[in-house]
């Protein structure tokens, strides 16, 4: 690690401990029965695409690769466990992760999606956690927004030639606090505020999603690095092979 | 090699110390279900509001799904996750080793 990385993960620390004590409120998946049925139909179409998409690009790279299946059921297999550990953080409430972010890097962001809804689903009706009628909304926050932006973030650091790793982090750390913000910007235009609408509402929503999400979405940028650092040192032909890490580049 | 297993364990730590710390810090916080929370906004800004659509699972059981099952399917859903890298890691990480032997003969 870099001194440049430790400052980051330093800084994020401490940004993180700073928010202290605020009040005990947060939320993670929006709940079954909360989103009035147009909006949770409008969601779920709105998904529809993305979900094809991410089911092609998942053929595409499997037909032109078998080997790239076992990174993508490890990708898979990292969005079961994050999301499934209730993490406390620093409001005095818990709230989890949602670890799409490797996926996301490795394979792009619509690939995400399949696997994203495949938790959301477990979740939805084993544990009455989230919600089949909340799943079109829960699917593009968790599984479509949050991705997106972490891929996008991935591929900006890249092209600003950011050491990897501070780009995995970041790209992890703030695809995990959008997808916190999508939740918020949904409940807040199915409940406008009467005074304020939709913007006002939003705020409010926001307000008890972000502090007790900043410090899990640093948890999950840090899990998502040291995933990757475990990845790149032994399972390096299969990287290779999906086009993660480029064929000669040595990894640092 | 080692760089990076240093690195792992520092960040390990800092992990862990972000989970845990707000434990020992907020003593008297609930920690409770973060879910109800959200709805609880919800009737804040709406008003009263019944939710229309109970989950399945809770239909079924006629009542809401018990803490200890509830904390079942949560392990499980780990146990599914880490079943599945650690398989794979483990088999990466053994192919590295032979691949090395293999090399040096």
């Not at chain 1, 980051?8 to 009035?36: D, K, R, W």
């Not at chain 1, 989230?130 to 479509?144: P, R």
């Not at chain 1, 999950?220 to 990845?231: A, H, K």
């Amino acid at each position: 690690m870099t001194s440049k990385q430790k400052k980051v993960v330093t800084l994020a620390a401490a940004f993180a401990l700073c928010f202290g004590i605020t009040p005990v409120v947060s939320a993670m998946h929006i709940m079954e029965g909360y989103l009035p049925a147009t909006f949770c139909i409008a969601w779920g179409v709105i998904c529809v695409p993305f979900v094809i998409a991410g089911f092609f690009s998942i053929r595409k790279t499997l037909r032109e690769n078998r080997r790239a299946l076992t990174i993508l059921a490890m990708s898979g297999a990292f969005v079961f466990v994050i999301s499934s550990l209730k993490i406390p953080s620093v409001t005095g409430s818990c709230s989890h992760m949602t670890g799409t972010g490797l996926g996301a890097i490795l394979f792009g962001p619509s690939a995400v999606s399949i696997l994203g809804i495949i938790v959301l689903l477990f979740q939805a009706i084993l544990l009455a956690h989230g919600g089949l009628t909340t799943l079109g909304a829960n699917t593009f926050s968790m599984a479509i927004a949050g991705p997106f932006v972490s891929y996008g973030i991935y591929k900006l650091c890249q092209k600003l030639n950011v050491n990897r790793k501070v780009s995995i982090f970041l790209a992890a750390c703030l695809g995990d606090l959008f997808t916190y913000c999508v939740t918020s910007i949904q409940l807040a235009v199915a409940y406008p505020s009467e005074q304020g609408g939709i913007a006002a509402s939003a705020v409010k929503f926001l307000g008890i999603f972000a502090p007790t999400q900043m410090p899990l979405a640093v948890i999950e940028g840090i899990l998502t690095v040291i995933i990757m650092i475990g990845l790149e040192s032994f399972a390096l032909p299969e990287l290779k092979s999906i086009g993660f890490i480029k064929e000669g580049k040595a990894h640092e | 090699m080692s760089k990076n297993t240093k690195t792992v364990v520092i960040l390990l730590i800092v992990a862990a110390l972000i989970a845990i710390v707000p434990l020992f810090a907020l003593k008297g916080a609930e920690f409770g279900g973060s879910d109800d929370a959200g709805s609880q906004m919800i009737e804040e800004i709406h008003g009263e509001y019944e939710p229309w659509f109970t989950p399945v699972l809770e239909s079924m059981l006629g009542g809401e799904l018990p803490g200890e099952v509830e904390s079942l399917i949560f392990c499980l859903q780990t146990g599914i996750g880490v079943g599945i890298l650690s398989f794979f890691m483990g088999r990466f990480v053994e192919r590295k080793k032979l691949q090395k032997e293999l090399g040096r003969q």
